[in-house]
């Protein structure tokens, strides 16, 4: 009954635009047709129905060529929240601290991973835009997915970061939401901005609000082949 997604396209401003929104409302038709009961098996099908059809159109036009989108996807189902993420938007639990769900498909982040980089290095790396994973860029996306058991009796906040909101049937307590994650936000921002004045921090999107009590990875993948450098932001 509900669905939250972000998606931060890329190719242009025009191009970028129209892979990102399409790749959200593709997801919610594709979601809202799907029968299966798995959340997973359906959020993977719609992730992979929007890749080909963005992939498709960008060979089809040539303004739209090149184009692609990041897209993490949340959905709560009982007591579990269910995520998916291609590329390096991300998904935060903010409890106390800020702890980042997803894993970032980019370049530097894995280079991180791999121990050839310090993570205060990858802020200012020449290669941060460059992302390994998108939707548009290979004819198969490969797609992480976490799952979060939640308290019950408990409110925690989740945040996403980079691209434009969406959800569908968000029925919570808006006020409490907005405003606890804005004070937990501001609070980031700061300790961002004191670090380093020189790279502005990135957009925070209308959060979710519960209590994660603990995280488990459905499936961790490497590095793909292909590597795609971000255009413009949209």
Not at 108 to 136: F, Y
Not at 161 to 175: E, M, P, Q, S, Y
Request: hydrophobic share 35%; with cysteine.
């Amino acid at each position: 009954p509900n669905l939250f997604v972000v998606a931060d396209g890329m190719g242009g401003h025009n191009a970028g635009d129209y892979a990102s929104s399409h790749a959200v409302q593709t997801l919610v038709d594709e979601i809202r047709r799907d029968a299966d009961f798995n959340p997973i098996k359906v959020i993977r099908h719609a992730i992979e129905t929007a890749n080909t059809e963005i992939l498709e159109r960008s060979r089809r036009e040539e303004h739209l060529r090149g184009m692609g989108t990041t897209i993490v996807v949340c959905t709560v189902v009982g007591h579990y929240a269910y995520v998916a993420n291609v590329g390096d938007s991300r998904l935060y639990v903010i409890q106390g601290e800020i702890h980042q769900v997803t894993k970032d498909h980019s370049l530097v982040q894995e280079m991180v991973r791999m121990g050839e980089i310090k993570p205060e290095e990858a802020r200012n790396h020449p290669d941060k835009n460059i992302i390994t994973r998108a939707l548009g860029a290979e004819r198969t996306v490969d797609i992480d997915f976490f799952d979060l058991k939640l308290v019950a009796d408990g409110v925690a906040d989740m945040a996403f970061t980079h691209g434009a909101g969406h959800a569908v049937n968000f029925k919570c307590d808006l006020i409490h939401i907005i405003t606890s994650c804005a004070f937990a936000a501001n609070r980031w921002l700061d300790k961002t901005n004191r670090r380093s004045k020189k790279t502005a921090p990135p957009g925070l999107s209308l959060p979710i609000s519960y209590r994660e009590g603990r995280q488990k990875s459905s499936g961790e993948h490497g590095m793909e082949k292909t590597r795609k450098k971000r255009g413009k932001r949209t």
